[in-house]
RNA sequence: UGGGGCGUCGCCAAGCGGUAAGGCACCGGGUUUUGAUCCCGGCAUUCGUAGGUUCGAUCCCUGCCGCCCCAGCCA
């Protein structure tokens, strides 16, 4: 896999707190972690995440965990947990060790919780939900002491010893933590550590009644497994000082950091679990893994490679004000990959046939397609060229204007890789339609060069329409049609997708070597742009491509 | 009208008191059997704004303006 972490760039603010720690000896070796909760399947914010934890650890010799952060289990399922497993691997990342799980602690973490209210700093407290809000004051004035913040220690021991052996009801109990009702920062406000709640874990099953909640659980799993450098996205920053706290209070023999970074933004996306959920389960998109969605498995099967994600990645950096990411900087990268691993094949997307008057009927000549231009001229395949052809539809105008370099009344054009062609006449239909078009060639200019050297400015792609093969083609555009759906709260982002962000073409016709292609390859039509082989709606000799980017189009008429 | 953050080119982003990197986009030009790739060149007298400190400030200080986040028994 090549990514350009060979190029000397600046380090990020991230990096270089990571590199004076290691520099310094306040760490040995950085431990990192990549913690997703399994409700949902990954998308590309998450990608930006798992490039920063799994690449500081693969650039300062460390390691990076992957946990799954399943406290909640009315949410959680085991088919999230596989899928995201496959999607960082698919990354090209390496965990260290086991897979850990949050639940992996709960025993842990129950004990740490009785130590908190050994040190009167935790209680257990009865306010139902609706007074626990009122008690808590708003952004502007503090709030007030729950009556039952004063218990014993005994009693809270006693109290929450019955919770967890699930003698209460769901909403009648938790347990707090014992801080500041007036603190202006809100998280601090006696937060709510432990709640009772009598789902179905996905590994624990109903061993629980009580559950840790995510502030408590996830400072003491980092500290339980040594992590330094716990990076998370900027809105957890007012969670830093409970962070702390937790572990201060229990007076942990390691204290990882808690750094914030700005989460990713992609004009024409949305990058909000809630909002693709909202897709999928209103059908908007075929699935989570539909090649128009920024999921990693949608992006996965539109074609798109991981050393493209990971350049992306590297590309945007780390920092930390908001920010909005053109999307071509994602296709730069793509092509970038692409440009020199995809392999060149040729496929009529709108075909329209083209005679060569002068070509023997039957005969068929196989000729030579380069299968990269970077790489030596013995590097083909065979396509066979025969009198009738399909060429694409816009490469032929009645009318043609000056800049127009293909096909036209009195134009010759460059056959790739098989001959040069003079324009004889055209049909249409009664519509208007051009139906046929004829020409006549220079059988002398076999592989495309002129005999007598003359230079021949337009090329254009064709496929044997006897031995062409029909395929089906899906030409995506955007799922969006405004840079930033979903920003403005007046609009539904459902009313702001393309409608055009599919157009599925059914009789495309491919030159023979597509049909032998595995799912899930990605080659590049010439002059069209690049497509992979779907993986999910492809059967075998009945391929359907995704098209995965357009080629740059810089002038073209 | 509480607290926490952020503000350098259209979009990202370096810069860490010594006089504005780089990428994307865009605009020119060259090569080309993909109007692709590749190659050259252009693209911030200025760092939200107003003051202050300093020989010198995008970097330090103060005020102002703008934007984002926080009142789940979600993460």
Known sequence: MSDNTEEKRPLDFIRQIVADDLKTGKHKQSVTRFPPEPNGFLHIGHAKSICLNFGIAEEFGGRCNLRFDDTNPSKEEEKYVEAIKRDVEWLGFKWAGDVHYASDYFQQLYELALELIKKGKAYVCEL???????????????????????????????????????????????????????????????????????????????????????????CLSDMLEGITHSLCTLEFQDHRPLYDWVLETLETPCHPQQIEFARLNLSYFITSKRKLLRLVEEKHVSGWDDPRMLTVSGIRRRGYTPASLRNFCATIGIGRSDSLISLSILEDELRNDLNVNAPRRICILDPVKLIIDNFPEGRVDMVDGKNYPQNPETDTRPLPFTKELYIEREDFMEEPPKKYFRLGPGREVRLKYGYLVQYASHEKDSNGNITTIHCTCDLESRGGFAVDGHKVKGTIHWVSASEGKTVTVNLYERLFSVSDPGTNSEVDFIDQLNPHSIKVVNNAVAEPELLNLQPGTTVQFERMGYFCVDSRDSAPGKPVFNRTVTLRDSGKI
Do not use: Q
């Not at 708003?138 to 809270?156: A, F, M, Q, Y």
């Open 128 to 218: 139902d939900a609706e007074h626990m809000r009122e008690y808590r004051g708003t952004l502007t004035s503090p709030g007030k002491n729950s009556p039952w913040r004063n218990r014993s220690v005994e009693e809270n021991l006693e109290l929450f010893t019955r919770m967890k052996e699930g003698e209460f009801a769901e909403g009648s109990h938790v347990l707090r933590a014992k801080i500041d009702m007036a603190s202006p920062n809100l998280n601090l406000r006696d937060p709510v550590i432990y709640r009772i709640l009598n789902a179905i874990h996905h590994r624990t099953g109903s061993e629980w009644h009580i559950y840790p909640m995510y502030d408590y659980t996830h």
